[in-house]
Each structure stands twice: as structure tokens, then as C-alpha cells.
């Protein structure tokens, strides 16, 4: 998911504009010059300027982000040049963890804290490449470890929902 | 004296013992896991410290936190991956020791050198403390500006990519701490009529989805790292004495370039390790060596890293400014048990500050048996498949977020974070820089906004008081320094390649 400056910049830039834009437009406090729209307004002329020389490229040469990124690459591990080569799947893969999150604020309070944790569980060790005899378990007996932590000792409230906890 | 005394008591309560040994342990196996970092186990602990004493709960962060550090180095020597990117430095070389059959040793060092720069940068911390708490006595909202600026901009000076996008992370980060309505005419932010944004955006669900969901999301789409032989390790400790005194001189620079480095406003571990490793390459008479398994550079770069871990609360317990992503999350627990940061912590809670630093003596010490059973049951620990850590890491992300507040808006944040997070580490954007953007963002826009207040709308009072002046000068030459460098190479080309 690697963008262009270009795009990444023209980004930072827009989003200046439009924090400088808001920052604008935030009522004054009566009686005095500087209010809460002054900080916005810096920020946003701050993130046009940044976007604008990312977007332009200048100042790309200011420092070693070859060599930063020959390192980056290293640490990263040889692992990465074996990538499957399949980018789309990937990329879709990647929303899997936020989606399970958004999943988790869903169905918290709707069917409880376990059988939720459990299905995220299951769902992103099978997207691990888990086998269903590891994934199986896991997604059965980790929640209700988490749920002794964090409810028991830590009073969390988890919601029970359909399966409540003996504890 | 009495003071020190019930440091001790603090110290020695069995609840807070507890919590050191387990948070160490904790602490040893993620920082051993590749991409779960020190600064994520420091965020995962957050939630649990909030059911802790406030001296257990500083405890388990600095006890974790060294220890990760430490553990980084386990597989970057024994599978070429570093633990945690404060290792990075170095795991070529360790892993070139372990390929000539040295794995002891290069694990020993890691650990000795890094228990020692524990205890030297716990004695700066000692030192400089009171010092610059009396200087901080006098500061007023101008320091406070300067210095929590100078601070922004380190973290992008420091930032190993472009330093334009580490200033732009850095605004976005600031951009972020404008949502809510805590700000000088209380007026909602931002918040696009979202009920939930009127408080602002917690740092704690953040820094979760920056560290710990974009973790999960890079690993699940990058394949599993090879596994580890299992192997038997000799004595561990044996011959670290001979290379102490062999490479004294390495170890003490590197313990005086980490304390400074984890001093200085928002620079951090992985920094200090670099830097370390490229001087003790440079000031090396024996500079072939380096890369072929030669332990100079491991114990250079080792003392370095865990030196600046301690030094970095320097500025945190003093000023409020993190001196790294690790302390940007320590100084919301302090702020949350009471021991709010800033020179008075000395005068009114001096017992709670003398317990910090022996806790950290202790943390530094237990560190060593327990880094040796670590390093021998590593092999264990690190077969564990990542197809069952991280859909467990990922659940408490959920939880851990929702305890911060019982709040399940929390959680949606951790998920849009953990996504802005990849997205910007894939295209060269620091997350660290933005990160301390949105810690520091409230302080700095009071600070600035006082400032201006008192002094009518003019900039000049900025530069007027002296240590506001040393602080600004500082602050200008560190945003304008990648522009003096870049000069500087553009005209003179042969210094260029000598630099390289």
C-alpha cells in the first residue's frame, strides 16, 4: 500500500487546508485576540507547507531516506521479498484486524464479551493460516482466560451477554 | 534520610514486588516476539496498571519496558529479526556471532551491557534530576513552550526518514490533541457532532492502534518468520567480564551518548542504539571487523539503548514531556495515580521519587537471572506460532482500549488508529513523531496561547527571558539543522562520500 509523494502530499496538504479552514471559523473568545482558533489555523499553514514539499518533492535529498529505507527493508526481514503474489487478497487481509475491531464495538453488548473475543479469535487465526485443530481451541479457551483477567481481577465490566461467566 | 527509608517501605510492599517480577516476565516475552515492540507492551499494560497502587504501576511500566528492550535482542541475534526496533541496529552483527558459533556470548553481552546501561542511566537520572528541578522552579509558560517544541522537533530530527514527513506526522499528531473542547475558549473542535469527540481523543487508544493493531495488520500480511532450531546455550555470563574491561571505554561512551540521547525531548531507545553503533564503528580501530561478528559494536549499542530507557523519564517526571514513546505512555499513569510530573513531584512526593530509582536499580538488576532463563527458554517462547499470539494480542487491543474508560468508543478509535498507523508507516510517515504530536498537543497549544495572552498578541517576550532564549535558539537550530545538512552536502560533494 506504498503511495507516491505525490499523493501522500497533496493529502497532508488538503488536510491542512481544511484544519486551517475550520481553525478559522471557531468563535473568538470576547475581549481577547487569541482564541481557540489560533493553534488550528498554525497547524493547518504548517501541513500545507509540508504537503506542498512532499508533494514537490523538495527536499527529498535532505537526508539518508535511501538509506533509511535499505534499512527498514533489512530489518523487515528477507521474509518480505517472499511475499505471495497475490496483492489484492492481501490488501484485503489487512482491513481484517480493524473490521474485527469495528466487529468487537458491534457485538460487545449484543451477545457478550465471549462469543465475541471468540469469533475474532477464530476468525484472525484462521487468517494467520492457523489449522482448524489449533484455531478451534484457541478461539474456545482464550477468551474465557481474558475474561478472568480482566473481569475478575482486573473489574473490568465485560458485558456477559448470551454466555455469562461463572466468576 | 527518613525520605529514603519509606522509598524503601514503598519499594518493598509485596504488591509492587508482584507487580515487578510478572511485568518483568511480561515484559521478556513480547519484547523476544518479533514486531511486538517494548513501546506496545507498554501499551497493553496500561489498562492493568489502573487497578494497581501508583508505585506498582510505575513499577510494572519501567520493569516492562527495560526488559523488552533487553529481550529485543534475543531474536535478532539467534533469527536475524530484532525483537524490537531498538535492536535493529545491531542484529546484523549479533546474528553474524551466532553464525561463528558466539550466540552466548553476543546474548551475554546484550544482557550484561544492557543491564549496566540500565544502572547508568538510573544514576543520571539520580544526578540530573534535582538539578534541573530547581531550574524548572523558574520556568514560566514561555520555557514551557520552547521546551515542549524543542521536543516535537527532536522527534523529527530523529526520525530515520524524511524529515518533512516527520514535522507533517508531527502536525497531524498535534491536529488530532485539537479535537474536544479542551482548549482556550472551550469551544467543540472537530468533533463533527460526534458526542464522544467532545472529550477529546484519549492518547491510550491511540498509541494501542498505532503500536499494536498496525503490528497485527503488518503481520498479517507479511509470512511467518522462519522458525528457531532449538539449541543448548553455555554459560552465558561467562567471558562478559574480560569484554567489559577489554571495551570499557565503548561501554561508557555509549552509556553517556544514550543518557543524552534519551534526555533530549522525544528521542528514544532505537535512536540511541543506532547512533551508538554508527560511533563506535567510526571511533573503531579494529572498523573491518564490524558486520562479521566482532562484540564491540553489541556492547557499545547494547549500553546504549537501556542507558537512554532511564534517562528518558529525565524529562518526563520534570517537565511532563516524554522523552520517548515509552514515557509519552508512562506520563498518563502518572497523571492518572496522582503523581502528576513537574519540579514539585521532588519537593512534596521526594519518598515516591526515591522509589522510582530503586526500582529501576532493582528492575536492572533482576533483569540478569531473569534475561538468562529467558535467553534458555527462548527457544521455546519464540516457536510459539504467530497465528496464535497476535488474534490474542488483538482482542485485548479491544479490551484493553474499552477499560481505559468502559467506553466502547475507545475501541472504534484503536481501530481508525491502528489503520492511520499502517498507512502512514507504509509510506515513510514516523508514527512516533505523530504520536508525541498528540501527547504533547494540549500542553503546547496552552503553553503558546498563555503565552501570547500575557504578552499581548507580541512574540518578542519568546526570546526575552534567558532560558527561554538558550531554548528557542535550540529549538530553531533543530528545525533548521536537515536544511543546514542539506547544504552542506549539496556544496561539498567529497565530504559527502567521507560522511557516508
Redesign the interface.
Known amino acids: 500500500?506504498?503511495?507516491s509523494d505525490r499523493v501522500?502530499g497533496s493529502f497532508?496538504a488538503t488536510?491542512?487546508v481544511l484544519?486551517a479552514y475550520?481553525?478559522s471559523q471557531?468563535?473568538?473568545?470576547p475581549g481577547?485576540?487569541?482564541?481557540?482558533s489560533?493553534?488550528?489555523m498554525v497547524?493547518?499553514a504548517?501541513?500545507i507547507l509540508?504537503?506542498l514539499?512532499?508533494a514537490l518533492g523538495?527536499?527529498?535529498?535532505?537526508?539518508?531516506?535511501a538509506?533509511?529505507?535499505a534499512?527498514?527493508a533489512?530489518?523487515?526481514?528477507?521474509?518480505?521479498q517472499?511475499?505471495?503474489v497475490n496483492p489484492l487478497r492481501?490488501?484485503l487481509?489487512?482491513l481484517?484486524?480493524?473490521?474485527?475491531?469495528?466487529f468487537?464495538?458491534y457485538a460487545?453488548?449484543r451477545i457478550g464479551?465471549v462469543p465475541t473475543?471468540a469469533i475474532?479469535?477464530?476468525a484472525?487465526?484462521l487468517?494467520?493460516?492457523?489449522k482448524i485443530r489449533?484455531?478451534l481451541p484457541?478461539?474456545a479457551l482464550?477468551?474465557i482466560a481474558?475474561h478472568l483477567i480482566?473481569y475478575k481481577?482486573?473489574?473490568?465490566?465485560?458485558p456477559p451477554g448470551l454466555l455469562p461467566m461463572p466468576w | 534520610m527518613n525520605e529514603l527509608l519509606e522509598a524503601f517501605r514503598l519499594v518493598l510492599a509485596p504488591d509492587v514486588l508482584i507487580a515487578i517480577l510478572l511485568s518483568s516476565i511480561y515484559g521478556l516475552v513480547i519484547g523476544s516476539l518479533p514486531g511486538l515492540s517494548a513501546t506496545m507492551a507498554t501499551a497493553l499494560l496500561v489498562?492493568?496498571t489502573?487497578?494497581l497502587s501508583p508505585i506498582a504501576a510505575v513499577a510494572s511500566i519501567i520493569a516492562a519496558s527495560a526488559m523488552a528492550i533487553f529481550s529485543g535482542d534475543i531474536p535478532g541475534c539467534l533469527l536475524?529479526?530484532?525483537g524490537t526496533?531498538a535492536s535493529?541496529a545491531y542484529?546484523?552483527e549479533a546474528y553474524a556471532m551466532t553464525r561463528n558459533g558466539q550466540a552466548e556470548v553476543a546474548l551475554g553481552a546484550g544482557l550484561w551491557f544492557s543491564a549496566l546501561g540500565g544502572i547508568a542511566g538510573t544514576i543520571s537520572l539520580v544526578v540530573m534530576a534535582p538539578v534541573l528541578a530547581e531550574l524548572a522552579l523558574n520556568f514560566s509558560t514561555y520555557e514551557y513552550f520552547w521546551l515542549a517544541f524543542l521536543g516535537l522537533m527532536c522527534a523529527t530530527l530523529v526520525a530515520?526518514?524524511?524529515?518533512?514527513?516527520a514535522?507533517?506526522s508531527m502536525?497531524?499528531g498535534?491536529?488530532v490533541a485539537?479535537i474536544g473542547m479542551e482548549?482556550?475558549?472551550?469551544?467543540p473542535?472537530?468533533t463533527f457532532g460526534i458526542t464522544e469527540l467532545l472529550g477529546g481523543i484519549e492518547p491510550i487508544p491511540a498509541l494501542v492502534g498505532v503500536f499494536a493493531?498496525s503490528e497485527?495488520?503488518r503481520?498479517?500480511?507479511?509470512?511467518?518468520?522462519?522458525p528457531l532450531p532449538s539449541r543448548k546455550f553455555g554459560s552465558i555470563l561467562a567471558g562478559q567480564l574480560a569484554l567489559t574491561i577489554k571495551y570499557w571505554r565503548q561501554m561508557t561512551r555509549g552509556n553517556i551518548v544514550g543518557i543524552i540521547i534519551g534526555v533530549l525531548p522525544g528521542a528514544g531507545a532505537d535512536m540511541a542504539a543506532w547512533v551508538s553503533y554508527a560511533m563506535s564503528k567510526r571511533f573503531s580501530k579494529e572498523r573491518k571487523k564490524f558486520g562479521t561478528g566482532h562484540p564491540e559494536g553489541l556492547v557499545e549499542a547494547g549500553a546504549s539503548n537501556n542507558a537512554s530507557l532511564a534517562s528518558g523519564w529525565v524529562p518526563a517526571l520534570l517537565f511532563g514531556i516524554p522523552g520517548d514513546t515509552i514515557t509519552a505512555i508512562a506520563i498518563g499513569v502518572l497523571y492518572m495515580k496522582g503523581l502528576n510530573p513537574g519540579p514539585t513531584l521532588f519537593t512534596e512526593r521526594a519518598s515516591s521519587m526515591y522509589a522510582l530509582y530503586i526500582i529501576f536499580i532493582l528492575a536492572n538488576i533482576i533483569m540478569i537471572p531473569l534475561g538468562i532463563m529467558m535467553i534458555r527458554a527462548a527457544s521455546y517462547i519464540l516457536r510459539a506460532?504467530?497465528?496464535?499470539i497476535?488474534?490474542?494480542i488483538?482482542?485485548?487491543?479491544?479490551?484493553g482500549a474499552?477499560?481505559t474508560g468502559?467506553n466502547?468508543f475507545a475501541?472504534?478509535l484503536?481501530?481508525?488508529f491502528?489503520?492511520i498507523g499502517?498507512?502512514m508507516e507504509?509510506?515513510?510517515?514516523p508514527v512516533a513523531a505523530m504520536v508525541l504530536g498528540i501527547v504533547m498537543g494540549t500542553m503546547v497549544?496552552q503553553s503558546?496561547?498563555t503565552s501570547?495572552?500575557k504578552s499581548?498578541?507580541s512574540l518578542l517576550p519568546f526570546f526575552e527571558r534567558p532560558v527561554s532564549a538558550v531554548l528557542a535558539t535550540m529549538t530553531i537550530s533543530a528545525l533548521l539543522w536537515?536544511?543546514f545538512?542539506?547544504l552542506w552536502r549539496r556544496f561539498r560533494p567529497g565530504q559527502q562520500e567521507q560522511m557516508?
Open positions: 500500500m506504498r503511495l501522500t497532508v488536510l491542512g484544519a475550520g481553525g471557531f468563535p473568538p473568545v481577547q485576540d487569541v482564541g481557540p489560533v493553534f488550528p497547524i493547518g504548517g501541513l509540508c504537503g514539499m512532499i523538495v527536499g527529498h535529498s535532505f537526508e539518508d531516506e538509506e533509511a529505507e534499512d527498514l533489512e530489518i523487515q526481514g528477507l521474509s518480505q517472499a511475499m505471495p492481501h490488501r487481509r489487512a481484517l484486524p480493524p473490521g474485527l475491531l469495528l468487537y464495538v460487545a453488548d464479551f473475543a475474532m479469535i477464530f484472525s487465526a487468517a494467520f493460516g492457523a489449533v484455531a484457541l478461539a482464550a477468551p481474558i480482566f481481577l482486573l473489574r473490568v465490566p465485560l | 489498562p492493568v489502573f487497578y536475524r529479526i530484532p526496533p535493529a542484529t546484523d530515520r526518514s524524511s524529515p518533512v514527513k514535522i507533517a502536525l497531524i498535534l491536529l485539537c482548549n482556550p475558549g472551550g469551544v473542535r472537530f493493531v497485527v495488520i503481520a498479517i500480511v507479511s509470512p511467518e518468520p522462519p506460532p504467530r497465528a496464535t497476535m488474534p490474542v488483538l482482542v485485548c487491543c479491544a479490551v474499552f477499560a468502559n466502547l475501541v472504534i484503536v481501530a481508525a491502528g489503520v499502517y498507512a507504509n509510506n515513510g510517515f497549544e503558546f496561547v501570547l495572552i499581548d498578541g536537515p536544511a545538512i542539506w557516508s
